[in-house]
């Protein structure tokens, strides 16, 4: 499938985003792994999320749906060996997540993924989880998916994560869950901490100290994992788009609401303000396990900014439409620090430059990074790729609205992975008097 994207210059409006993907997953998990009854509001209905939903129903959970709102029954700890492979489908979170889980258990499962995932390295989470006593083979080329994990009796470790990863973190606290004695994570610099926070809101002591986070395990014990009934926030993953489209719309005011404001995922707003826009977070719900608030940003002419170090994990889904934002702002915007984004859904680096050049912005390619120069003016009749990767249909679909004439973008199923309404929300936050601001198509010419 493919999108065109008729130029536009406006955007406003109030919007809700749909559920946090990272939170979505983690409640599925755990809440399959609780003794007991769990409902989860909100529950983002993607791809990645339904798919990590369907595999902890192949693993015994029992699950009911209603739309958004899922209820499941844990298994009180023990998963049953499923009896076919488990599909990921895209989903990097989905699979090193339960790659965690599934090392505590007493079976051998087989997980499978798409052509992107089954590309992407799973030697990261491999090696801590042998090293913690699961035997694994990595099936596929070079250290990737198909994954065969045999679960065992795991014995804690402390593991300092060579790479700033919550999927590499959150496999080795979840496979500490089973395991004797303490496990530790130490991690380069602060990745998102929704593990951490979902253990504590169930009842799972976690110890943070500085970079360092560490649980006790119940090896051979029942591990306390208390159901309950849970709240997503909004995606600030997904809100992202909005922002940053306002961002770069001088007189643009967009609010979106009920978005998750947990501070590791939300430095997109501190370089965006620093870029020149107005941005107002204002939190209303900090009972929750997650603060959930809304968001409203005023857009402007903005400036490049310097974007490295401990900022790069706290927002590195958002790096694509950083660089949306370089391309319109004035002066250089440089990313660095940021090489892990070559080993996401696609080599975001290289995905985002050859779209960017396609669109007539001056954009230099760094092994970590990219420097871009701006203010560009952006190309329209041409056709884009998304490769497959969601996240650079939809941030190549925001700065398509700054084109001289539509934009076409190839490959766009992959949407439906995180964001299935992106188009409608585009439509509805664009929209002048055209009923229909962008075109579906179902071929390949503009
Ligand atoms: C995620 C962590 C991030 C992010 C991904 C979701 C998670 O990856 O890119 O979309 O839910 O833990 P890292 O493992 O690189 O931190």
Sequence with gaps: MSITITPSKKINGII????????????????ALANGTSEINNFLCSEDCLNTLHAVEKLGAKIKQQDKHITITGTGGKFTQPSRYLDMGNSGTGMRLLCGLLAGQGFSATLIGDESLSSRPMKRISSPLELMGAKIELT??????????????????????????????????LAGLFAKGTTEVIEPKETRDHTEQIFKAMGIPVRIDGLSVSIIGYAGGSIPLTPGNWQVPGDFSSAAFWITAAACRKGATVTIKNVGLNKRRTALVDVLRRMGTDIECIPHDTDNCEPIGNITVKGNQLSGTEISGNEIPNLIDELPLVA????????????????????????????????LKKLGVAVEEKADGMIITGPNKINGNITLDSYGDHRIAMAMAVLSQHANAPVQINNTDCIATSYPDFEKDLISLTQTNRSNQSDRTDNNSL
């Design 140 to 173: 596929g080329d070079r250290g990737c998916a198909p994954i065969k994990i045999t679960g065992g009796i795991l014995n804690g470790i402390t593991y300092s994560l060579p790479m700033a990863s919550a999927q590499v973190k959150s496999a080795i606290l």
């Design 324 to 355: 949306v934002a370089g391309a319109l702002a004035t002066g250089k915007t440089i990313i660095s620090d940021a090489a892990e984004l070559r080993v996401k859904e696609t080599d975001r680096i290289a995905t985002v430059a050859t779209n």
């Design 16 to 31: 809700e985003v749909p559920g946090d993907k990272s939170i979505s997953h983690r409640l599925a998990m755990l809440c």
